[in-house]
C-alpha cells in the first residue's frame, strides 16, 4: 500500500496507534516493534481523504492505563510525553482522533481482532508487579471464568507470576454507569473479509481479549470514547488487535496489515 511520512495533512482522517512497551520475556514488544513503523505515516486510499496515523507507546501498567486513555479522547486530545525521542507525535487534531487502534501481542496464532472488553477479572500483574484496582462492592458476585486466551496471557514463558484471584477487579470509580462488555463499533467481520480479500489468511475476530493489559486497555479506551459522546459531536471509533510474536509474523509485515485495516476502516467512516 504506498504511503510517505510527513507531517498531518489539513483534512486528513486522523489515526492515533498504540503499542505496549515491555513486559514479561520482552524487552521490546512485538506490537510497539510494528506500530512504530507507521510513524508520521500518510496512507492514500481510493477515498479522497488522506490518512494520516500518529504513534504512541502506553506502559504494560495498570495505572499508566488509566491516566492515559481519558486524554486520548479528552478534545483537544491530551498525549503523554513520549518515551521515544525518535517518534515525536504530530499535533493532536483539535476535534480529536477519527480512530484510536490499539496493538499488542498475544500467544502464537492468528490475529485477533477484538470485539469487545471487559470490565471486570483482572487478575494478573502489570509489568511493574501490580494489580487492577480492585472494585467496590457494586461489582457484579461472580467474575468470568478463565478463558483460553486469559490462560494463553498466564502461560507465557517468562511471565509475572502471581497468586490466584482474592478480590473483583477491574474497573470501579469514575466507571459505574459503563457496562460489564463495551463493544467497538467498527464492523469487525466486514473488516475481517476485505483484509483477508487483500490476501492475509490468518486474520479472525474475537470476543476475548484476555484479561490482561491489552483487554484492559481496550474496554478503558472504548468506555472514554462512549464518555466523549457527551460533549463532542463525534468521538474517536476503537479498535484493539492483538498479534503473534515476531517469530511468526515480523514487524514489517505486521505494519503492512495495520495498514490495510487502518485504510479499510478509515474509508468506510
Not at 500518529?54 to 495498570?62: A, D
Not at 492475509?200 to 478503558?220: K, M, P
Not at 474517536?236 to 514489517?252: A, G, I, T
Request: with cysteine.
Amino acid at each position: 500500500m504506498p504511503a510517505v511520512y510527513i507531517a498531518a495533512p489539513e483534512g486528513a482522517y486522523r489515526v492515533l496507534i498504540t503499542g505496549f512497551g515491555p513486559f514479561g520475556t520482552y524487552e521490546e514488544n512485538p506490537s510497539w516493534l510494528a506500530v512504530q513503523k507507521l510513524h508520521n505515516c500518510v496512507l492514500g486510499t481510493d477515498s479522497s481523504r488522506q490518512m494520516h496515523i500518529t504513534v504512541l507507546e502506553i506502559p504494560t501498567v495498570y495505572t499508566s492505563v488509566l491516566s492515559i486513555l481519558p486524554g486520548l479522547h479528552a478534545r483537544p486530545p491530551v498525549l503523554p510525553p513520549s518515551t521515544h525521542p525518535e517518534f515525536p507525535p504530530a499535533s493532536p487534531p483539535k476535534d480529536g482522533y477519527d480512530l484510536v487502534f490499539h496493538v499488542g501481542v498475544a500467544s502464537r496464532g492468528s490475529i485477533r481482532v477484538e470485539k469487545l472488553g471487559h470490565k471486570y477479572g483482572y487478575d494478573l500483574p502489570d509489568a511493574e508487579g501490580k494489580q487492577a484496582p480492585v472494585v467496590a462492592a457494586s461489582a457484579p458476585k461472580e467474575v468470568p471464568a478463565d478463558s483460553d486466551a486469559a490462560r494463553a496471557e498466564r502461560e507465557r514463558p517468562g511471565e509475572i507470576g502471581g497468586a490466584g484471584p482474592t478480590r473483583i477487579r477491574g474497573f470501579g470509580k469514575g466507571y459505574e454507569a459503563f457496562p460489564e462488555e463495551i463493544h467497538t463499533l467498527i464492523d469487525v467481520e466486514t473488516l475481517i473479509n476485505n483484509v483477508k480479500s487483500l490476501g492475509v489468511e490468518r486474520i479472525v475476530a474475537s470476543t476475548d481479549a484476555g484479561h490482561y493489559l491489552c483487554d484492559f486497555t481496550y474496554y478503558c479506551s472504548l468506555a472514554e470514547s462512549q464518555r466523549s459522546a457527551s460533549t463532542c459531536d463525534k468521538p474517536s471509533k476503537v479498535l484493539f488487535l492483538h498479534c503473534p510474536p515476531v517469530d511468526e509474523l515480523c514487524s514489517e509485515d505486521l505494519a503492512e496489515i495495520l495498514k490495510k485495516v487502518v485504510a479499510w476502516v478509515g474509508s468506510n467512516a
